[in-house]
């Protein structure tokens, strides 16, 4: 009897730690450039996209869910056998700095850097890496443990267009701009073989994992299949792009081509086979599963999308489903929040019950502020002007502003019967309110203009400028009072007149005394720039871009506490009018609102770009648009599930707008009924069979609750068993096999109905 045997082993869940101990609510968030990679990792229960945006993010598979983010990545990503470390190159636009980090997956904790540019490959045991680092136009090939040891020079190579190397680090092909590819011994980097086959430049290159053939792709347009034994060559006329992939089990090969399509050949004679078309945008990188069923495609238009081959049907399409929220704005009677997003809609949410109240139309919002004893919403957009529109009925009234090129920055003065307005232009325009009648313009900064703000008497305007300057100006005399240079700025606020405080791109919070523009201090408050700060009482709250918010004494710069919560970028924060809470807008989308006095988080809003919408509560509870449920996630322990699946238990109105109206909040976390977990955990290797018949060990873990236990073969129910009140165990099942490919695929359900993730090993049993 004879058989091959392919499975696959979750290595997350048998030798990882645990990825949470704790519920993380999981925001749908997205890239803001177009996607590069995408990695699947070992037991392909998660995938990794890389973008332009220069950083990495982590996505559950089977979900869709977005689980993590990992900045400072760009250029390449590979990740160790074992799924423990993800292996980035170095950003090159944001942060030229020509280092290779190495990070653990489950929290993104980097645990190595090393200078380098880009990540050619890992070991099988993955121990070590390969990677390059740029000598002018030479590239230096390295070798270094993952984990430790110096990087070693192995030898030196005119700049490539694109590099790959062989399962066993042993081989390393490099494709040239002239169209030439040369491989390499990695041990000695000696010359084994050149080629000469492609007219045009290199931009694809893989071997495939038996290490006998390596795949080019060039800008002829031609895909290349090299026999690594004979030196033969089989040509493909492909339309080739830059996507390209080898299935496992090497029947076919696919290549995306320049009209947005996907290809399929023959990979033994390289016939053409038949074209996936489903209405792509750019296909930038691609992945398959080791059964070969689902393509994954990672596409310029900032989008993943999971294709099954058989069918040619998109299974899902993930990517950013909430929205950019630029600013935020409260009601003077706390009742009402005003979020700006780029989706050309500002958001009302109510504030006591958690609901959507009203959209309003607007054109990419950027700041927005409300007058309510005049029922007017102000706002400035990605144009050269700012509207004035009613409120209560979103009906437009007038257009102002007039900038030459965008209107960025807005202000108003403590009465608002004065609006300044700062754009693009370098100019400044001050406005009568309501009638935007103009007054007068301030000109002398060299740079756009980033943030304006009124002193209380009306009499003063300071205004921080991309020139890296910061002006006070005298609206009666219309000059600057006073210029000094203190780095970017992004947001100002002036307190009783004496103290002005600004967000730094440098992380830090100045602090002048504003009647001579004398610098007082300058807290070092975050690693990376502050986006917004919020001023209560002697509270100063600062937001920033590494995804936290400190509150400080405003009066001697002492740290009070750090919120934590935000998984992106900060944008916006404010408080209520009573200095109750805080409300805080990141870059996903996520709106949170924290207990100021214990600094615990009350509840999330997230608005989606289909209109949907969804409130989470801190206890579980929430409320949701018809199916705004549908696009969030939680992450319990390991397992990543949609909300909507206990839509019946924690869709409560009345509990969400009871904890939103309450001045001490439950900080107990809620409890549910938690999927179980199943794992096919023998046979590790060649398993026995006796006349086609296979016997699985499954690990199992409940809730001290009944178990139902189903066993597929391929799409087909071929064995139900049950368990009862299973906290952990070990059973056994028989599963009789078809001759050809078996897909087996064990899930658990408990009484609720709510099922286990899925568990699967691949088998092909000859039938001998």
């Keep these: 009897m004879r058989f091959y045997l392919a499975m696959r082993i979750h290595w997350f869940l048998l030798y990882l730690p645990v990825l949470i101990q704790a519920q993380e609510l999981l925001v749908p968030d997205g890239h803001i450039a177009p996607l590069t990679r995408i990695v699947l990792t070992p037991d392909e229960k998660y995938f990794v996209t890389l973008s332009t945006d220069e950083t990495a993010r982590l996505w559950d598979l089977a979900t869709g869910a977005f689980i993590r983010i990992y900045d400072d990545a760009s250029g390449s990503i590979c990740i160790t056998p074992n799924g423990k470390f993800l292996v980035t190159g170095s950003p090159y636009i944001f942060k030229p700095d020509s280092t290779i980090r190495v990070r653990r997956i489950d929290n993104g904790q980097i645990v190595r850097q090393i200078k380098g540019q880009n990540v050619i490959g890992l070991s099988e045991d993955g121990l070590k890496m390969l990677f390059y680092d740029c000598i002018g136009r030479k590239m230096a090939i390295k070798l270094s443990g993952l984990l430790v040891g110096q990087p070693i020079v192995l030898f030196t190579i005119d700049s490539a267009t694109a590099l790959a190397v062989s399962k066993d680090l042993s081989l390393l092909a490099a494709g040239f701009e002239n169209g030439e590819i040369a491989i390499y011994e990695t041990k000695t980097g000696n010359l084994k073989a050149v080629f000469h086959e492609h007219a045009e430049e290199i931009t694809k290159l893989n071997f495939t994992d038996d290490q006998k053939y390596l795949i080019s792709g060039g800008g002829d347009r031609f895909i290349k299949i090299f026999d690594l034994n004979n030196g033969s060559v089989r040509s493909v006329w492909a339309n080739f792009n830059k996507a390209l992939a080898i299935d496992p089990?090497?029947?076919?090969?696919?290549?995306?081509?320049?009209?947005?399509?996907?290809?399929?050949?023959?990979?033994?004679?390289?016939?053409?086979?038949?074209?996936?078309?489903?209405?792509?945008?750019?296909?930038?990188?691609?992945?398959?599963?080791?059964?070969?069923?689902?393509?994954?495609?990672?596409?310029?238009?900032?989008?993943?999308?999971?294709?099954?081959?058989?069918?040619?049907?998109?299974?899902?399409?993930?990517?950013?489903?909430?929205?950019?929220?630029s600013h935020l704005a409260v009601s003077g009677d706390d009742r009402y929040l005003i979020a700006s997003s780029y989706d050309n809609l500002i958001r009302v949410w109510d504030l006591k019950t958690g609901e959507l109240s009203k959209t309003i139309p607007s054109q990419g919002v950027m700041q927005t502020y409300l007058n309510d004893s005049l029922d007017l919403i102000t706002s400035i957009s990605a144009g050269p002007s700012a509207e004035i529109k009613k409120f209560s009925t979103g009906e437009?009234?007038?257009?102002?502003?007039?900038?030459?090129?965008?209107?960025?920055?807005?202000?108003?003065?403590?009465?608002?019967?004065?609006?300044a307005t700062g754009g693009y232009d370098r100019k400044i325009h001050v406005w009568s309110f309501p009638e935007s009648r103009f007054e007068q313009t301030f000109l002398g900064h060299s740079g756009n203009i980033m943030a304006l703000c009124f002193s209380k008497d009306g009499r003063y305007l300071a205004s921080s400028a991309f020139d890296k300057t910061l002006r006070v100006w005298d609206l009666e005399t219309g000059k600057a009072k006073y210029v000094f240079n203190n780095g970017l700025i992004n947001q100002m606020i002036l307190k009783n007149d004496s103290l002005l405080f600004g967000a730094g791109q440098d992380g830090a919070i100045s602090v002048w005394n504003f009647s001579d523009g004398t610098l007082l201090r300058k807290i070092k408050a975050h690693d990376r720039p502050i986006a917004s700060i919020a001023l209560y009482g002697n509270v100063l709250a600062s937001a920033s871009e590494d995804h936290t918010i400190r509150l400080w004494n405003c009066e001697n710069g002492k740290l009070l506490q750090t919120l934590e919560g935000h998984t992106a970028m900060l944008n916006y924060v404010v408080f209520?009018?009573?200095?109750?809470?805080?409300?805080?807008?990141?870059?996903?989308?996520?709106?949170?609102?924290?207990?100021?006095?214990?600094?615990?988080?009350?509840?999330?809003?997230?608005?989606?770009?289909?209109?949907?919408?969804?409130?989470?509560?801190?206890?579980?509870?929430?409320?949701?648009?018809?199916?705004?449920?549908?696009?969030?996630?939680?992450?319990?322990?390991?397992?990543?599930?949609?909300?909507?699946?206990?839509?019946?238990?924690?869709?409560?109105?009345?509990?969400?707008?009871?904890?939103?109206?309450?001045?001490?909040?439950?900080?107990?976390?809620?409890?549910?009924?938690?999927?179980?977990?199943?794992?096919?955990?023998?046979?590790?290797?060649?398993?026995?069979?006796?006349?086609?018949?296979?016997?699985?060990?499954?690990?199992?873990?409940?809730?001290?609750?009944?178990?139902?236990?189903?066993?597929?073969?391929?799409?087909?129910?071929?064995?139900?068993?049950?368990?009862?009140?299973?906290?952990?165990?070990?059973?056994?099942?028989?599963?009789?096999?078809i001759a050809g490919n078996n897909r087996i695929t064990v899930i658990a359900q408990n009484g609720r109905g709510i099922k286990s993730s899925e568990s699967k090993m691949y088998v092909y049993y000859n039938g001998w």
């Design 396 to 419: 437009e009234i007038k257009m102002f502003a007039n900038h030459e090129f965008l209107c960025f920055a807005i202000a108003f003065d403590a009465r608002q019967t004065r609006v």
């Design 576 to 737: 209520t009018h009573d200095g109750k809470r805080l409300i805080s807008a990141a870059h996903d989308g996520a709106i949170k609102i924290w207990d100021v006095a214990t600094g615990k988080l009350i509840a999330t809003m997230i608005g989606f770009r289909n209109g949907e919408w969804i409130t989470c509560a801190e206890n579980g509870n929430y409320v949701a648009s018809k199916n705004g449920d549908a696009y969030v996630h939680w992450r319990v322990d390991n397992e990543v599930f949609s909300l909507k699946q206990f839509s019946e238990i924690h869709k409560n109105r009345e509990s969400v707008a009871n904890i939103l109206q309450s001045t001490v909040y439950n900080e107990s976390k809620f409890q549910f009924s938690l999927p179980p977990h199943v794992e096919i955990i023998r046979p590790y290797s060649q398993p026995s069979i006796n006349q086609g018949e296979l016997k699985l060990e499954i690990a199992a873990k409940g809730r001290n609750e009944d178990l139902i236990f189903e066993v597929y073969l391929n799409d087909a129910l071929v064995l139900t068993k049950k368990e009862l009140k299973v906290s952990e165990l070990i059973t056994h099942m028989n599963v009789k096999l």
């Design 249 to 325: 089990q090497q029947q076919y090969v696919l290549s995306s081509s320049f009209d947005n399509t996907l290809e399929m050949f023959d990979f033994k004679d390289g016939n053409w086979i038949r074209l996936i078309d489903h209405n792509a945008y750019s296909i930038a990188d691609i992945a398959l599963t080791q059964n070969g069923e689902l393509l994954i495609e990672a596409c310029t238009d900032k989008k993943v999308k999971i294709i099954n081959l058989k069918t040619q049907e998109v299974v899902q399409e993930i990517g950013a489903q909430s929205l950019f929220v």
